[in-house]
């Protein structure tokens, strides 16, 4: 028993953040927002398929499970899919979903849609007010630099 113990007490020093997840929920969401308004439209049109390894796929989103069992039966009533408890608002669902079902997060590299977020526009999809005072050379480079890497994969 001791033994066990300290074996895990280990893992969980090699692997201190194994279970943290560092991506914007909110943002991966506006980032399908936008792909579901924008792109799959013409995706769907031109009867073309994303490639399996493509970042826009629906199945390469870290919470693309959590979000399909979202139910949402009026203003004030969310459910959970997964167990069935029931919130008052999607950012309480959002946190249950991180307390009660991480295990359902894949958090490998590059699932992270908010990633993208500069290439698609999230802030626009979030309804950001907030005027911006300076463009920021650098932030636009690698927005750009994200558009291009997108259309080669494309």
């Known amino acids: 028993?001791?033994?066990?113990?300290?074996?895990d007490y280990r893992i969980r020093l090699q692997n201190p953040h194994k279970?943290?997840?560092?991506?914007?929920?909110e943002?991966?969401?506006?980032?399908?927002?936008?792909?579901d308004e924008y792109l799959m439209p013409f995706v769907e049109k031109e009867k073309y398929e994303l490639p399996s390894k493509c970042r826009l796929r629906s199945d390469n989103d870290m919470?693309?499970?959590?979000?399909?069992h979202k139910i949402h039966f009026d203003i004030n009533d969310w459910r959970c899919g997964f167990c069935k408890k029931a919130f008052r608002a999607e950012?309480?669902?959002?946190?249950?979903?991180?307390?009660?079902?991480?295990?359902l997060v894949d958090?490998?590299?590059?699932?992270?849609?908010?990633d993208l977020c500069g290439a698609l526009h999230c802030d626009l999809m979030m309804e950001f007010k907030k005027p911006k005072s300076k463009c920021n050379a650098a932030a636009a480079a690698r927005n750009r630099h994200l558009c291009e890497v997108l259309i080669i994969f494309l």
């Open 1 to 7: 028993m001791a033994s066990s113990v300290l074996l």
């Open 19 to 25: 279970h943290e997840v560092h991506c914007s929920r």
């Open 27 to 35: 943002r991966s969401r506006a980032a399908w927002e936008a792909i």
């Open 63 to 68: 919470f693309r499970e959590q979000e399909q």
């Open 91 to 103: 950012k309480f669902l959002d946190q249950h979903f991180e307390n009660r079902h991480n295990n």
């Open 107 to 114: 958090n490998s590299e590059g699932r992270c849609l908010a």
